[in-house]
C-alpha cells in the first residue's frame, strides 16, 4: 500500500490528476482507491474507510480493462451492437460451462442492469395488489421493486440459525393473490448457496401456486468452495419454463458501472409481455457495457479464479478474527458473495449498528435495516478489499467497540 491508512485532511471530491495504473492485480491500492469516482470512495469523507456498497476494490480485470481500452483508442463510441449481439451464445457457453446449465439462446436477451430486469418481469407479472414472495433479509431494492409499484410483499424469513429457507413458511405464505418468487440465488445479504433440495421446495410451490419465479444469480459466479451454484433453470422443464433467470458480469468482475446484464426468459407470458412493451421503453445496452461483459466471458476466467481464492482468504480471515476478538457478534460464514452479514444484537449498538460504526469507527458498512425489518441490529460488510484495509477495518470495529 503506496500511503498510509489514517487521514488527517479532506478531500471532498476526487483528484482527476489522479491516474494511477488499476492493472495492478489482486491489489487494492489506497491511492487508486481515493482517485476514484464511485459511490462507494466518494460517500464519505477521507477519514472513512468504506466497506459498504457491493463494488471491489480489486482492479477489474485486466482484460475487461484492455477490452474497453480498445474501444476508447478506436474512438469507437457510434452506434455498435457487435459485442451485444454476441452476448447470448457467450452467456450460453459461459453458463454451460461454469454452471452446467445451457440457456437457450433464443430466449436470452440484454437488459442494462439486473434491476431492470427484475423490475420489469415483476411489471409484466402482476397487478397492483398482487404478492411477491421475498425471502428476508434481502437486497434492499428488491423491497423497493415489489412496493414502488404498489405490488404487495409476501415476506418469507430465512431460518437464521444457518439462514436455511423454511419450507413450512414459505407454503403457508402464499395467499391466492401471491404471484411471484422473486428468488436471489445465491443469496445478498447473507452469502447463503440455496442446496438443490432448498430450490426444489421452491420449485414444488412454483408449480404448485403456478407462480412465475425470477431468479437472480448475478453472485453465482463468485461461491466459495465446497458451495457449487445452481441454476434455478436447470432444476427441470418445469422450473424453466416459469423462471426468469437474470445475471450479469458486474459482481465477479467488478463492472458494475458499465451496466449491462442478461436475463433468459423461461416463462412464456413474460416472453409475451416483453414483447408487447413499447418498442423503444427499455433501451439498450451501451458498447463499453457489452465488450466488457464479453471479454469477461470468453477470457477472464484465470482472473476469477485467482479472485475467488482470494475473497474466500479475506472471509475466513474476517471470520477468524471476529471469532478471537468480538465473539459477541453473530456470523454465519457465506458460501458465495464478498458480503459478511454481522449480528450486532448482542452488542446493543441500538437498531443500526452501521450507523454507530460510522460514527465512532469511521468505517461505512450497509445498514441492516435497508434489508427488510429482519434486518434490525445488524449491519452488512464488504470484505472485498486487501487484506490490509479489511484488517484496519476491522481494527477500527473492535477498537470501538471495546473501548466504549
Ligand atoms: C442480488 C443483487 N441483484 C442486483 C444487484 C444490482 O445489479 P444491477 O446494478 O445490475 O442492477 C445487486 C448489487 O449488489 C445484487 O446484490
Not at 503506496?2 to 476526487?14: F, K, R, V
Not at 457491493?54 to 474497453?68: G, K, R
Not at 434455478?232 to 419454463?241: E, K, N, P, V
Request: proline share 8%; aromatic share 8%; glycine share 8%.
Amino acid at each position: 500500500m503506496s500511503e498510509p491508512l489514517h487521514y488527517t485532511g479532506h478531500m471532498d471530491t476526487p483528484d482527476a490528476s489522479v491516474t494511477p495504473d488499476a492493472r495492478e492485480p489482486l491489489s487494492a491500492d489506497l491511492h487508486r482507491l481515493r482517485s476514484l469516482t464511485s459511490i462507494k470512495w466518494t460517500m464519505h469523507d477521507h477519514e472513512v474507510l468504506p466497506a459498504w456498497v457491493a463494488d471491489m476494490d480489486l482492479p477489474p480485470a485486466p482484460v475487461v480493462i484492455e477490452a474497453v481500452e480498445r474501444l476508447a483508442a478506436r474512438g469507437d463510441f457510434g452506434y455498435n451492437f457487435d459485442a451485444a449481439c454476441r452476448l447470448p451464445d457467450v452467456f450460453a457457453d459461459w453458463q454451460e460451462r461454469r454452471h452446467g446449465w445451457r440457456p437457450d439462446t433464443e430466449r436470452i436477451r440484454l437488459f442494462c442492469d439486473v434491476m431492470q430486469a427484475v423490475q420489469t418481469a415483476l411489471w409484466l407479472a402482476t397487478e397492483a395488489g398482487d404478492g411477491v414472495v421475498i425471502f428476508t433479509p434481502i437486497y434492499p431494492p428488491f423491497l423497493s421493486s415489489v412496493t414502488s409499484i404498489g405490488r404487495r410483499i409476501v415476506d418469507c424469513p430465512l431460518d437464521p440459525v444457518g439462514w436455511r429457507l423454511d419450507p413450512d413458511s414459505l407454503g403457508s405464505a402464499i395467499d391466492e393473490r401471491t404471484r411471484v418468487i422473486l428468488l436471489c440465488s445465491p443469496h445478498n445479504p447473507t452469502g447463503r448457496v440455496f442446496t438443490a433440495e432448498e430450490l426444489e421446495t421452491v420449485a414444488r410451490v412454483a408449480a404448485r401456486h403456478d407462480l412465475l419465479v425470477i431468479s437472480d444469480e448475478i453472485w453465482g459466479d463468485l461461491t466459495h468452495p465446497g458451495a457449487p451454484p445452481r441454476p434455478f433453470a436447470s432444476l427441470g422443464a418445469d422450473a424453466a419454463a416459469r423462471t426468469v433467470t437474470v445475471s450479469a458480469a458486474s459482481k465477479a468482475f467488478n463492472v458494475a458501472g458499465l451496466r449491462c446484464a442478461v436475463a433468459h426468459i423461461g416463462d412464456e407470458r413474460i416472453a409475451a409481455g416483453l414483447a408487447g412493451l413499447p418498442d423503444h421503453l427499455l433501451g439498450a445496452v451501451g458498447s463499453p457495457g457489452a465488450e466488457a461483459t464479453l471479454a469477461a466471458w470468453t477470457q477472464g476466467e484465470p482472473w476469477l479464479e485467482q479472485t475467488r481464492a482470494h475473497l474466500t482468504g479475506q472471509r475466513d480471515h474476517l471470520a477468524a478474527r471476529f471469532a478471537a476478538e468480538l465473539p459477541e457478534v453473530g456470523f454465519v460464514l457465506p458460501e458465495a458473495t464478498y458480503l459478511a452479514w454481522l449480528d450486532f444484537r448482542p452488542l446493543a449498538l441500538g437498531d443500526d449498528p452501521a450507523r454507530w460504526l460510522l460514527e465512532q469507527a469511521r468505517v461505512a458498512l450497509s445498514a441492516g435495516p435497508g434489508f427488510g425489518p429482519h434486518g434490525t441490529g445488524f449491519a452488512r460488510l464488504n470484505f472485498a478489499t486487501s487484506r490490509e484495509i479489511l484488517d484496519e477495518i476491522i481494527d477500527r470495529i473492535v477498537t470501538a467497540i471495546r473501548s466504549r
